[in-house]
């Protein structure tokens, strides 16, 4: 495994870390949940937070897809 591909799943592996079900489940949006996480885990520089964003985005929608109605 590639050094890169490494360092982003420790990165993913710190959200999940998280308790992220509660986080998505309390938030109004989705935009709401990234922030508490990046602040939660003290990310600083923008490739971290993209992929903590990446990461509780696809959860969000995995998590609230249940619940969508067409």
């Known amino acids: 495994m590639s050094k890169m591909k490494s360092y ?3 990165i993913e592996e710190k959200v ?3 308790d992220l079900e509660q986080i ?3 938030a109004d949006n989705v935009n709401v949940a990234e922030e508490k ?3 939660e885990l003290g990310f600083k520089n923008s490739f ?3 992929i903590a964003k990446d990461t509780v985005r696809n959860c969000w929608n995995e998590y609230w ?3 969508a109605t067409y």
């Open 24 to 26: 998505i489940t309390e």
């Open 65 to 67: 897809s249940d619940y």
């Open 37 to 39: 996480v990046i602040n």
């Open 8 to 10: 982003m799943m420790d």
């Open 16 to 18: 999940f870390g998280l």
């Open 48 to 50: 971290d937070i993209s």
